[in-house]
């Protein structure tokens, strides 16, 4: 949770240094974005399975 956290509280200064200095944000669109997000835990899961089958 902690990790959560953290990540949320960077995200939000991240966001809010770039707004004020007038830079474009350093992230995809929404949808693109959590897109990335799903297809990363997509092939870490797909990775464990198949690891099963090698050992």
């Known amino acids: 949770m902690k990790e959560v956290v953290l990540s949320l509280v960077t995200g939000i200064v991240v966001g809010f240094l770039f ?3 007038r830079l474009p944000i350093p992230a995809p669109s929404a949808l ?6 799903v ?3 997509l092939g870490m899961r797909l990775f464990q399975w198949l690891t099963l089958f090698w050992k």
Request: proline share 0%; net charge neutral.
């Open 39 to 41: 297809g990363v835990y």
């Open 32 to 37: 693109a974005g959590i897109a990335g997000i």
């Open 19 to 21: 707004t004020l200095f």
